[in-house]
């Protein structure tokens, strides 16, 4: 099976941007997650901020449950009602799928079109029903190791 594409650094730096929205969309990130009382609330309002600032139509954030290798959602952005209870119930396995396979490798990972990789099948009637066609999944990571991983789709 093909690998996918994995993101690299820009060989020059992007053009600059007429105003600072993404430094302000990390300051009020970075100010959530310190003043957050919970760290499911930190997790929300980051990917409220996040999605539309990356461009995305919907995103979830997986943890790891404990020691095992499976990671469940605790936010979610903008799935419709009926899918909801679908999330809150998936399970991602690490090393499978987008976000498992970024916890596993710890790195970014790129699906430039869910129609085009075999790998992705299960996604496919997901991705039909809600309208996208890409994912990016990024680990999430701290001071004890990995954490989980977050999904823009």
């Known amino acids: 099976m093909p690998r996918r594409k994995r993101w690299q650094l820009p060989d020059r730096p992007p053009a600059p941007v ?15 997650v310190l003043n957050a009382s919970e760290a499911r609330d930190a997790y929300q309002f980051a990917l409220d901020r996040a999605c539309p600032a990356v461009g995305a139509a919907l995103g979830a954030v997986f943890l790891l449950e404990g020691a ?6 605790v936010a979610a952005h903008n799935w419709p009602d009926r899918w909801r209870r679908w999330l809150g119930e998936m399970r991602v396995r ?4 987008p976000a498992g396979e970024a916890a596993a490798e710890r790195r970014l990972i790129e ?3 869910v129609f085009a990789d075999p ?5 496919q009637d ?14 999430l990571a701290g001071p004890a190791g990995l954490a989980g991983a977050a999904s823009f789709y």
């Open 111 to 113: 699906v430039g079109d």
């Open 18 to 32: 007429a105003d600072d929205s993404t430094g302000r969309v990390l300051a009020e990130i970075a100010h959530a």
């Open 126 to 139: 997901v991705a039909r029903e809600l309208g996208f066609h890409d994912i990016v999944s990024v680990p």
């Open 68 to 73: 095992a290798e499976v990671m469940r959602p």
């Open 94 to 97: 690490v090393g499978f799928g």
């Open 119 to 123: 790998a992705l099948e299960d996604w």
